[in-house]
């Protein structure tokens, strides 16, 4: 598919350490061909971090699996680019069979849930500590000062490990916000941009940049969008309230006829990215919306794939067969996409 930006990106979830060979096979003979110029690693906490190892997350990723992955990448002019939640997602259930991340619950009742690296290692960041289960995936406490401090070094160690001047701080699916003694005295717009305007602060000391999703940013009453992709939780102030040069990824898996997130980014002076997933139909018709409403706010695409990377490699270079619910339909569209 011809696409008219200058950024062609796909989000693969790190690998487990049995499949990074795989990954990096993919990269090298069927993403590089393809013109892919930006990969994506969803790392969330399994890094062999160095400067706080008790925030290592499962199966993490030593620096020498990154330095593999970013040698290929190199090799073919790629931006490789490290996703790391700082928001929501700190908690969930493991997928079957697993890609090494937790992922989060959709069920009504609130079911026991498995702590992510940074929330097991310091419970007290926790939004929600005192309930013992939640729905679909606990936050951290954005009023909590020495949160910050340590995120800011699992950044810079990120940063320093990817060799890269931007990183992606997640901030989707934002449920669990505001429910502090101390957050609950703010406006929820302002608790969100203010933690993501401090992020981008300490990422720009260090001459870098930040990019997000853009869920939080638009409201389900304005856009018609479901409550995942878009808030209705009072968060969508923030849309006029974060740093102009944040870089929205803005996704969107269903048939919407207007995607009017993209319309909205664009009047509040946002750059952005067109991010869709698995359904070839409903990822073209986001992108005809996004190229006739370009108002040159838009740098690309990100294709995502939420899924095993190992098994998706061996999908796209072997055909060969997948256990994921989702591993062979992404990669169709991937094929038709790229």
């Known amino acids: ?41 969803q790392i969330r906490y399994r890094y062999q971090f160095r400067r706080h190892p008790e925030c290592c997350g499962y199966d993490p990723l030593s620096e020498k699996d990154v330095k593999r992955i970013l040698a290929v990448c190199k090799k073919h002019n790629m931006a490789l680019i490290p996703k790391i939640n700082l928001c929501d997602h700190q908690s969930g259930l493991p997928a079957n069979p697993t890609d090494g991340i937790l992922h989060g619950h959709t069920s009504e009742e609130p079911l026991p849930d498995i702590k992510d690296g940074l929330l097991r290692a310091y419970p007290e960041f926790d939004e929600l500590q005192n309930e013992p289960g939640v729905f679909y995936s606990r936050s951290i406490c954005l009023s909590n000062a020495v949160a910050k401090i340590i995120i800011f070094e699992l950044i810079d160690e990120m940063m ?54 853009g869920d939080r940013l638009t ?41 009017l997130s993209v319309d909205l980014l664009a009047k509040a002076g946002l750059k952005m990215l ?20 370009d108002q040159g706010h838009i740098e690309g695409l990100l294709a995502t794939t939420w899924c095993n ?23 169709n569209t991937l094929n038709e996409l790229l």
């Open 1 to 41: 598919m011809k696409l008219p930006w200058k950024t062609k990106g796909v989000l693969l979830t790190a690998p487990l350490t049995e499949d990074v060979d795989d990954v990096i096979k993919l990269i090298d003979e069927y993403l590089a061909p393809r013109g892919v110029n930006m990969i994506m690693l």
């Open 274 to 293: 067109v991010c869709p997933w698995k359904e070839i139909d409903n990822a073209k018709r986001f992108i005809d919306y996004a190229v006739e409403h």
């Open 309 to 331: 990377a190992g098994e998706l490699a061996r999908k796209l270079l072997y055909n060969a067969p997948c256990k994921g619910a989702n591993t062979e339909k992404i990669a």
């Open 160 to 213: 320093e490990a990817f060799e890269t001047d931007t990183i992606h701080i997640g901030c989707d699916e934002v449920f669990h916000i505001g429910k502090c003694p101390k957050c609950s005295k703010v406006p929820k717009a302002k608790l969100y941009a203010d933690w993501v305007n401090s992020i981008n602060e300490h990422v720009q000391s260090r001459g870098g940049k930040i990019m997000m999703w």
């Open 219 to 259: 409201s389900v009453k304005y856009t018609g969008y479901n409550s995942w992709e878009s808030s209705e939780i009072g968060t969508e102030a923030a849309i006029d309230m974060i740093s102009k040069d944040v870089l929205i990824c803005d996704w969107h898996y269903e048939a919407d006829q207007k995607f």
